[in-house]
Nanobody, 114 residues
Framework: QVQLVESGGGLVQAGGSLRLSCAAS????????MGWYRQAPGKQRELVAA???????NYADSVKGRFTISRDNAKNTVYLQMNSLKPEDTAVYYC????????WGQGTQVTVSS
């Protein structure tokens, strides 16, 4: 089992920045990749960014150049630095740890006001 604890969400004005954190504990040896999804009201959950254990990254087109995913293996933590936020980035952001089984965090709300 892997437990994920997210933090860093909140309310920010358009153009502002936030940094999300996701700390993993438990059977972390089973994790191959970690990432962030988001789900806005009335929309499907979508991948925002992911990072493998080797450091390779992948981003949704809508966040390229604005968001950066990184991980601190010593702290078993993945981060999502979000800059130049837009109202359309408003969503609940979920951390995911992927391996043989996918584990999800509880979600953290990000609200960007115009």
């Amino acid at each position: 089992q892997v437990q994920l604890v997210e933090s860093g969400g909140g309310l920010v004005q358009a153009g502002g920045s936030l940094r999300l954190s996701c700390a993993a504990s438990g059977s972390i040896f089973s994790i191959n990749a970690m990432g962030w999804y988001r789900q806005a009201p009335g929309k499907q959950r979508e991948l925002v960014a992911a990072i493998t254990s080797g450091g390779s990254t992948n981003y949704a087109d809508s966040v390229k150049g604005r968001f950066t995913i990184s991980r601190d293996n010593a702290k078993n933590t993945v981060y999502l630095q979000m800059n130049s936020l837009k109202p359309e980035d408003t969503a609940v952001y979920y951390c995911i740890a992927g391996g043989e089984v996918d584990y999800w965090g509880q979600g953290t709300q990000v609200t960007v006001s115009s």
